[in-house]
């Protein structure tokens, strides 16, 4: 079974740029609980880790440039953002993912960059395969490794508060939905 062991956010919304303000959360087994007032960032803490396993931005985000800190808050022309997560693979091995991305502001145009991604994982020898986004689909690695479908992970482990109540949507809503989990799941079996 995959474990979250840590998160660490810096330029993440309200979570700011400079690698002082960078923020680490433990998670402890079998359960973590995030509790706090509104906008204190604990939907972001959420997102951050949707972001870091499946690289997929917040429903509802018109411009990606929402999920980064915004550089007018700082007076500044580009933000530097990443997420770093701490996991456990399905095989019990050190896994940890590395987002990075970039906010540029010119005149009035907000530009959005992924600038990188990495996966490092290390077996119980203590030797780390790094897989980097420019060689690998890294999101299907990912969910190989976590032993958990793409469709499991968007439709029920990462369901947005927004999106909570898709098994009660109309029944063509609820169809497409049905047809993407079962196709997800039928083209993962076959990859296996």
């Known amino acids: ?70 550089p007018k808050v700082n007076r500044s022309t580009e933000v530097l953002a990443q997420i770093k997560l701490k996991l456990l693979n399905a095989k019990n091995q050190n896994m940890e993912v590395s987002r990075s991305m970039k906010v540029i502001v010119q005149k009035k ?10 996966l490092s994982i290390t077996n119980e020898q203590g030797q780390t395969k790094d897989i980097s986004k420019r060689c690998a689909d890294l999101d299907s690695v990912l969910h190989d490794e976590l032993g958990v479908s793409r469709a499991i992970l968007n439709t029920v482990i990462f369901c947005h508060q927004e999106e909570s109540s898709w098994p009660l949507d109309e029944g063509k809503k609820l169809k497409i939905v049905l047809m993407k989990y079962l196709t997800l ?4 079996l076959l990859r296996n």
């Open 1 to 70: 079974m995959a474990v979250v062991k840590s998160l660490a956010i810096r330029g993440i919304r309200s979570f700011g740029p400079e690698d002082s303000d960078e923020q680490a959360i433990s998670f402890e087994s079998p359960l973590t609980l995030i509790l706090g007032q509104n906008g204190c960032g604990k939907t972001t803490i959420i997102e951050a880790l949707r972001y870091a396993i499946t690289s997929q931005m917040p429903p509802g985000i018109g411009h990606n440039d929402c999920f980064v800190h915004d």
């Open 109 to 118: 145009k907000t530009t959005f960059r992924t600038l990188d991604s990495l």
């Open 185 to 188: 799941t039928i083209q993962q």
